[in-house]
Every structure is written in C-alpha cells, then in structure tokens.
Nanobody, 114 residues
Framework: VQLQASGGGLVQAGGSLRLSCAAS????????MAWYRQPPGKERVLVAA???????NYADSVKGRFTISRDNAKNTVDLQMNSLKPEDSAVYYC?????????WGQGTQVTVSS
C-alpha cells in the first residue's frame, strides 16, 4: 500500500490544520491506521491512531485538541488539529501495517509560529 499525506503548512499558534492520508488501496484491510510526528532532531512518536471499529487513542499532549477519523469509502484517514502550539511543529507521517510489515507515508510539514 502507498500512503500519501497532505495538508501541512504554516499556521499561527491557536490555529487549525487538517491533515489527510490517502491510501492506494482499500483501508478496510487495515485494522489500525495512525499518525506519527517527528520534530527536528527528535524521534518519531505516535500522535493518534484509529482502528477499523473507530476506536481511537491519542498522545497525552494532543488529547482534546486533535481528532483522528477514517473514511473507508474514500480510503482516507484525517487528523484535525485545533489549538495548535509551537511544540506541535514537526513532520507528520501516516502509518499502517499488514502483519509485521509497516507502511509509511512521505510526511507533511507542520509549522506553528508563536
């Protein structure tokens, strides 16, 4: 599967962005899809994940501000980001796996100015 992330950009603190991850095949095949982020010089960390039953989990740092959703008809997974903070600045990646094989999207840059 190929994952194409989009929607990143530059936004002021307190603003919103919506990221979208488009899959090259039906996402109903994937139980779990997720967004990760990697700030400059730091490790990549989980931001949010969603299962095929739409169960979600979030990093503590984004709870109440970010919302992950999936559209099985469009084969997309979105990340709505509100009340953005400068510390949310990072490259954001979508991810899924099939068994032990993981698939990453190419990343989209999010920059939040103070």
């Amino acid at each position: 599967v190929q994952l194409q992330a989009s929607g990143g950009g530059l936004v002021q603190a307190g603003g919103s962005l919506r990221l979208s991850c488009a899959a090259s095949e039906t996402i109903v095949r994937f139980n779990r899809m997720a967004w990760y982020r990697q700030p400059p010089g730091k490790e990549r960390v989980l931001v949010a994940a969603i299962t095929s039953s739409s169960s979600t989990n979030y990093a503590d740092s984004v709870k109440g501000r970010f919302t992950i959703s999936r559209d099985n008809a469009k084969n997309t997974v979105d990340l709505q980001m509100n009340s953005l903070k400068p510390e949310d600045s990072a490259v954001y990646y979508c991810y899924t796996n099939r068994g032990y094989t993981g698939y990453w999207g190419q990343g989209t840059q999010v920059t939040v100015s103070s």
